[in-house]
Every structure is written in structure tokens, then in C-alpha cells.
């Protein structure tokens, strides 16, 4: 095995990313607390409950754990039903927490990323027809200015919404995230109706703080055909990519939402991305099949042999996060990996993982693609929406029950990747041993 390091480079951002419905705790007043009432919403009928209890004061000792693990940033969200828990009111104490938050994660030299909304929504909204209602946008930009002018002292980098892509699809295709549709019409309004409102809380922050950081976390999907040599795998390759993947972040690069119902202009939506935020987890495989019309005439699947995580939620495929970057490349943008990461309560497949998608990462890096950061979900173990508690991405593990943590060895790992602002032969000798020569071959 060589003995090497890859660096990233100077002012690089390591943090990890949280959501504010999956670590704050009692959370009762949004659509997501409602839908955990009824059991059957959630695998084995969890609860997010007091979650990481963050809310309860937790994300003291949790920052700390950031900043003795060497990150230099985090990535958190504010919840709106938390701060405008009525249409015509505003929870200034909650304002005030998220500002002591703020101040908690300045003090400890983390770079604060702020996400507006991440999937939850305030059950007035919800009721008021949610992400239907045409006026959705205006809803939301009033809370974004709200929301921005109390904390912009404390924020340069702000997230509009988390997976526009993932949140229409889950609620209005699959049916998984409330309102839990499916139509597929809908899903594609909604995703309209989400490009409006990022196009108007982009100007709605710029003009509070012109220097402001603006963009989306986009959750890529990496797919690819099943036989690359036959056509109609290819083909809904291309569609699958194309409706997932590429419509809302071209909605923002051109202005234009092209779905496969609709065309609709939103002039303002127009270059309304400072940076790219992008997610990425994993790659599909795609078979053109007449037994699935519903899901575009696809069947996708996970390619026999890979290494898949541990309720089989994700495969690891490393080559698609250098594949994510080159697509996010497209837009011309600073780049910051704003999610990455795996489920693994016992940790034997994270280690290998984080390595394998750090050295892709590093290798775009190295062809001088400006990528900027890097964020791994999660710190904490969490609730992980529709599948609970069931699925443990954290580099901490949590008991919910105790709210006792327990250090996994990839957060030293992760530490000393923070510190070193690279990755080493020697951290992989270390803690993925069975990748030394992958990665760093003689
Ligand atoms: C992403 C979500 C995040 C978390 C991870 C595992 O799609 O943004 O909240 O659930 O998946």
C-alpha cells in the first residue's frame, strides 16, 4: 500500500447535516408529528417523540461533539410551524432559540448552513391545501423574510428547501410523506408550486442580505441502464434521469418547469442559485419493463452483488457520487455535498462507505471542480421519517429511549478526515483496512 494523503482544498467545509423534525423533539404542531399518530404511516408504528431532544436543550452537547470531531461546519434546520405557529402569528421564542443555536455553533467555530424547510410543514399550511395551493409560494416567502431578518446576523449559507424532488415525489407519487397522494399531475404541480417559492425566498433573502448564500439541496439519484448496449433500458434511463433528477434544477438554471405534463414559465426562478447543494446517496440500476407503466416502464433495482446498507435501503456506489458531481457540474456552480451518507447501527459498512465516497469526492477535486464542502447525514442517529428509528445513519448512535449516546468508530474516523482536510493511507490502514489497496495501490 502507498502512503499518500488526498487533500481537499484550503476553507473546505466538513460538517454533517441534520433536519429539524429529526433531532428537535415534540414537534407537534406540523403535518409530519399528525402523521405519526396513525401507526400504519411508519415502519413498526415509531414516533419521532423527543427525537434527539435537541428542543429540549441536546444540541449543546451534540455541537460539542461536532467540534471535538474537528468540523468546521454543521447543517441544521429551522421549523416553520415552530415560528409562525399560526398564519397571523409569530413565535419570537422560537426565533430567539434558533439565534442561541446559531450563536452556539459560531462559538464553536462551525460554519452554520441553514435549511428553510426540510420536508415538514406547519399543519395550517397543510391544511390551507399545502404545496397545492397556487399561492404556496407567497405563504412561504413571508415566512422566509420573517425567518431570514432574525437571522441573518448569524447565516451566510441558506438551503430554501431540502429535496423538492424527494418531498413532491414521496407525498404526492409514492404516497410515503403526508399528504401521502398519488398523482402523479399533482407531483408535478407541486413541483412547480416548490420552484416558485425557492425563486421568491431567493429574492426575499438577497434583498435582507445581499452577500447571502442561496441554493437548494438537490437530491441526486444516480441511474444507469441495466444492459447499456440495449436501447429501451437506455431509454428510461434517460426519463427516469430526466424527471428525477434534472427537472427542478433546470427550472432554476432557465426559468422554464418542463415536466412531462407541463411547461410553465417562472422568469424569476431564473439563476437563483448561488451555490449547488447536492445530495447523494446511491445508483439505480433501470430495466425498460411492461409490467411497470405506473413507474414510467421502468423496474429499478440495485445491481446483484452490490454492498447494500443495512435494511437494504441503499446499495454503496461510490462511482456515483463522482458521476453526481459531473452532472451538478452542468450548472456551473460552486458545488457543496450537502448529504451523504448510510444506515449502519453496527458501523461495518460506514467506514468503507465514507472512505470510498470521499476519495470520489476528492477525485473531482482533483480535476479542479469547485466543490466546496461536504456535509455527512447524520451526526446523531434520528428519526428517519417513514422507516423511524428503524434506520441508524449516525455517526453517533442514540438511544431514543435514554437519549444516551455512544461514540461509533466513524466519527473518529470522520474526525480525523476534519482535521487532516484529507483523507490517508494511514486513516484507511486504520479504519477500513480491507480499501488500503483500492485506494492507494502500490
Ligand atoms: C435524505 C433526507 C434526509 C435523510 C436522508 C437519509 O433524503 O434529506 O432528511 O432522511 O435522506
Not at 428537535?24 to 417523540?49: R, V
Not at 420573517?146 to 424532488?165: G, M, S
Request: hydrophobic residues 40%.
Amino acid at each position: 500500500m502507498a502512503q499518500a494523503t488526498f487533500h481537499f482544498p484550503r476553507g473546505f467545509l466538513w460538517g454533517a447535516a441534520t433536519a429539524a423534525h429529526q433531532v428537535e423533539g415534540n414537534n407537534q404542531n406540523n403535518d409530519w408529528w399528525a402523521w405519526e399518530q396513525d401507526p400504519s404511516h411508519i415502519l413498526q408504528g415509531h414516533k419521532s417523540g423527543l427525537a434527539c431532544d435537541w428542543w429540549g436543550g441536546r444540541w449543546r452537547e451534540d455541537f460539542d461533539r461536532a467540534a471535538d470531531g474537528n468540523q468546521n461546519a454543521q447543517r441544521i434546520s429551522v421549523e416553520w410551524s415552530r415560528i409562525q405557529p399560526a398564519p397571523d402569528r409569530w413565535d419570537e421564542t422560537a426565533l430567539d432559540f434558533y439565534i442561541e443555536m446559531l450563536r452556539g455553533l459560531r462559538e464553536r467555530n462551525l460554519t452554520p448552513l441553514v435549511t428553510l424547510h426540510h420536508f415538514s410543514n406547519p399543519i395550517w399550511f397543510a391544511e390551507m391545501g399545502g404545496w397545492e395551493n397556487e399561492e404556496a409560494h407567497l405563504i412561504f416567502e413571508k415566512y422566509v423574510r420573517k425567518t431570514v431578518d432574525a437571522l441573518r446576523d448569524y447565516v451566510n449559507y441558506w438551503v430554501t428547501i431540502n429535496e423538492p424532488n424527494v418531498y413532491a415525489f414521496e407525498a404526492y407519487l409514492f404516497g410515503l410523506f403526508p399528504p401521502g397522494k398519488k398523482e402523479p399531475l399533482t407531483t408535478m404541480r407541486v413541483l412547480t408550486n416548490l420552484a416558485r417559492a425557492h425563486a421568491a425566498a431567493y429574492h426575499a433573502i438577497h434583498a435582507l442580505q445581499p452577500a447571502a448564500r442561496v441554493g437548494v439541496a438537490h437530491h441526486y439519484r444516480d441511474f444507469k441502464p441495466a444492459k447499456a448496449w440495449f436501447p429501451l433500458d437506455r431509454g428510461v434511463t434517460g426519463i427516469n434521469s430526466k424527471v428525477f433528477n434534472d427537472i427542478f434544477p433546470r427550472a432554476l438554471a432557465t426559468g422554464i418547469v418542463a415536466t412531462p405534463f407541463s411547461r410553465s414559465k417562472i422568469p424569476q426562478a431564473k439563476g437563483s442559485q448561488d451555490y449547488f447543494g447536492l445530495n447523494y446517496y446511491t445508483r439505480d440500476r433501470v430495466a425498460f419493463s411492461l409490467l411497470h407503466p405506473g413507474e414510467l416502464f421502468s423496474h429499478r433495482y440495485y445491481q446483484p452483488g452490490a454492498q447494500l446498507s443495512a435494511t437494504g435501503f441503499l446499495a454503496n456506489e461510490p462511482e456515483g457520487m463522482y458521476d453526481a458531481i459531473r452532472w451538478a457540474l452542468q450548472f456551473k456552480l460552486p458545488i457543496l455535498v450537502t448529504e451523504n451518507g448510510v444506515e449502519d447501527p453496527e458501523d461495518q459498512l460506514r467506514p468503507i462507505y465514507l472512505a470510498q465516497h470521499l476519495h470520489q469526492t476528492w477525485r473531482a477535486v482533483n480535476f479542479n471542480f469547485p466543490i466546496k464542502g461536504y456535509f455527512h447525514w447524520t451526526l446523531v442517529d434520528n428519526f428517519e421519517w417513514e422507516r423511524g428509528w428503524t434506520q441508524r445513519f449516525g455517526l453517533w448512535e442514540l438511544d431514543p429511549a435514554t437519549q444516551k449516546r455512544r461514540k461509533r468508530p466513524s466519527a473518529d474516523f470522520y474526525a480525523e478526515i476534519c482535521r487532516e482536510n484529507g483523507l490517508s493511507s494511514e486513516m484507511v490502514q486504520k479504519y477500513a483496512p480491507s480499501l488500503s489497496e483500492e485506494l492507494f495501490p502500490d
